[in-house]
């Protein structure tokens, strides 16, 4: 079963993450934070930093560094223009698999 969790987690995982940054400007920790109130969507740093660098190099978020009133500064990431249309098209594809599966769970498979 973990194989199969581990690649349907995969791609869930960047649209919650884009779905989360474009709410507000998050830094890492509290994506991980987050996400750890899941236990299916949880990641370690060791996951998350590398997906943020990816999405950073393809511009679909930018970051920023911001003071924080409990330590050193924080780098904060927010989407980019091109980030909120892959959040919108991921959006889309989304509602379309999640009611497909959702179809097929209630009915079989058959339309109604």
């Known amino acids: 079963m973990s194989e199969w969790t581990s690649q349907a987690r995969r ?9 989360l940054i474009g709410k507000e400007p998050r830094y890492g920790y509290e994506l991980v934070t987050l996400l750890d109130q899941w236990e299916p969507l949880a990641v370690t740093e060791g ?6 660098r990816r ?6 978020i930018e970051s ?8 050193p500064p924080r780098k904060y990431y927010s989407l980019t223009a091109s ?6 098209l991921m ?11 959702g179809y097929i769970q ?7």
């Open 64 to 71: 920023f560094w911001k003071e924080s009133e409990s330590g």
């Open 55 to 60: 999405l950073l190099k393809d511009q679909y």
């Open 83 to 88: 980030g909120r249309d892959l959040m919108g």
């Open 91 to 101: 959006s889309v594809e989304w509602n379309k698999i999640s009611t497909a599966v």
């Open 11 to 19: 791609g869930i995982l960047e649209y919650c993450i884009l779905q």
């Open 47 to 52: 996951t998350l930093y590398p997906l943020l």
């Open 106 to 112: 209630r009915y079989g498979g058959e339309i109604p």
